[in-house]
C-alpha cells in the first residue's frame, strides 16, 4: 500500500510540475513575442531576381514554374545562388541547420546578403540547435538579420536541465515545425525536404542522403511567404535574443571565421561548383527544365497544429485524399513509414481495387533512425500479403550526384508522391504518426503531366535493383529481400546488412507502444 501511494504521490507530483512548466512557458512566450513583420512588396524589374524571373515567367503560358531539383550539390549551388541574387529579402524556414561545413558556408553568404542590405529572416525550430546558439545569435546581431526559434526550450545550457524541461512540457515540446523553404526576393522559392546540413548536399562522410526540392516561381512563391509569415509571427515564435542566457557571439569573429572556411581546401569543391553554374538561370539552362502549370498549390499545417489546434486544416485532409482516390497507381517515397491502422487498410483496399501500390522506404541499414523501422517491420507481411509493392533503400545506393566530398553512403530523405500519373507532391511529410499528428509539415501538390513524370522516374530509378531490394513473401510466410549488389543479384532472408545491435534495437522498439512518438 505504501509503495502505491508513493508512486501515486509521484504522478500527481510530476502532473503539478508539468502544469506549472506549460503555464509558466506560455507566459514567457505571450511576454518575449517580437513585432510581427511580413514578407516585402515585390517589384517588376528593381532586382536582379525580378528581371531574371520576370523574363522566365514571360515566357510560360501559366501562373507558376516549377523544376526539380534532385542532386544535391545542385541543391546547394541553387541556395548559394539566390542568396548572392537576392537584392530585397531572404527568408529561409529549417528544422535543422547544422554549424558543419555547409551549414556555415550557407551562413557566410546570409551575411553577405545582409551587408547588402537584404533583409533577412531565418526560422529554426528549436528542437536541434543545442549548442548552436551562439551562432545564432552572432547573426542575429547583424542589423538586417533577425533570426526566431519555434516552440524553443527556455533552457538553452545544460543537458540535465534541458532534458528535463522537454519532459515536463513533453505534450508540446514533441510538436515540431518540420517545415522547409529558402525564399528569395518574394521571386523563387525553393521547398522540399532537405534541411540545411552536409548530409543534405553530398558533403557528409559516413551517409548521404537522397532528396528532392521544387524550386517555385510565379503566385506559389507568394503562398509560400503567406505560410512563412504565419510561422513567423505565431505564438509559438520567440526571438533568438529573448532567449539569450549569455552574451552575444560577436559578429565580426564569425565572419573572420566563415571567411577563414570560404578559403580553405574543404571548402573549395563547393565553392568551384557554384561559380560553374554562373547564376540560377544558367543552372535552369534553356528553361526546358522549368514545367508550367496553373494547378500547383503549396500546402502547409498551420502553426497552431503545435498546440494540437486547427484539425480541420492538418495537412492530411488534403495529401490522404489524392491517395484515396487513386484509379490506377500510387507511388510513395517515405523515408520513415509507419502506416497507421487506417492507412494500412487504406492501402490494403487500394490494391485491393487494383490499384498499383507501390511504397520506397529505407532498409534497416539505410535508415537513420532505426526506432522508427523498428515500428514499421511489422507492417510489411500485411501489406506484401494484400499486394503492395515494398522496396527499401540499400545503404549504398548512390545518386550520381557530383561532389567529389561525400560519402558513398546512402540514406533515403524524399518524401513524396505520385498518384495516376496525374496528381505529384514533394515536401516535408512522412508517412507516419508524428508528421500527421505532431510536426507540422510543408509542401507542393501540383498536377503536371511532365512534372509528374520526373516524380516517376525518380522513383524508378530509386527502387532500381542496383538501388533497392524488392521485399517479397517466402513459401514459409517469411520476408525475402532481392537485389543486386556488386553487380550480382542476391537474395536475403533477413534484415540485409545489419549488425545484431542495430537488429536488437528495431525489434525491441517494435514490441513497445511508441509509434504515435516515430
Known sequence: MDVILLICGIIVLFVALSFVAVYSHDRFLKRSRAKPSFALPVAPSDTVLDRAVGALMSRGVARNGLAMVADNFDAFAIRALTARDARRSLDVMSYIWRRDLTGRLLAHEIIAAADRGVRVRILIDDINTRGSDRV???????????????????????????????????????????????????????????????????????????????LLMGDVVGQ????????????????????????????????????????????????????????FEAMLGDGESIHWTDQATVVSDPPQKARGEGGIRWLTTTLYPLIRNARGSVQIISPYFVPSEDGRAALVELAARGVDVAILTNSLAATDVAVVHGAYAPCRLPLLQAGVKLFELQPRARRSGRSPLGSSGASLHTKAFSVDGRVGFVGSFNFDPRSAALNTEMGVVFEDPGLVAELMAVFLRDTGPQASYRLFAGEDRSLRWRGEVRGREVTFDREPEVGFYRLLLARLVGLLPVQSQL
Open 136 to 214: 545564432f545569435l552572432a547573426l542575429d546581431a547583424h542589423r538586417n538579420v533577425e533570426l526566431r526559434l519555434f516552440n524553443p526550450g527556455r533552457m538553452r545550457e545544460g543537458a540535465i536541465v534541458r532534458t528535463l524541461e522537454l519532459m515536463l512540457r513533453a505534450f508540446r515540446a514533441t510538436r515540431r515545425m518540420h517545415n522547409k523553404a529558402w525564399i528569395a526576393d518574394g521571386r523563387l522559392a525553393i521547398v522540399g525536404g532537405r534541411n540545411i546540413g552536409d548530409e543534405y548536399f553530398d558533403a557528409a562522410k559516413s551517409a548521404n542522403f537522397h532528396d528532392l526540392d521544387l
Open 224 to 279: 509560400s511567404e503567406r505560410i512563412f509569415d504565419s510561422f513567423w509571427n505565431s505564438a509559438a515564435t520567440l526571438p533568438i535574443r529573448a532567449l539569450a542566457m549569455r552574451r552575444r557571439r560577436s559578429l565580426r569573429r564569425l565572419r573572420r571565421q566563415t571567411a577563414r572556411l570560404v578559403g580553405s581546401p574543404s571548402a573549395a569543391p563547393f565553392l568551384e561548383g557554384v561559380r560553374e553554374r554562373l547564376s
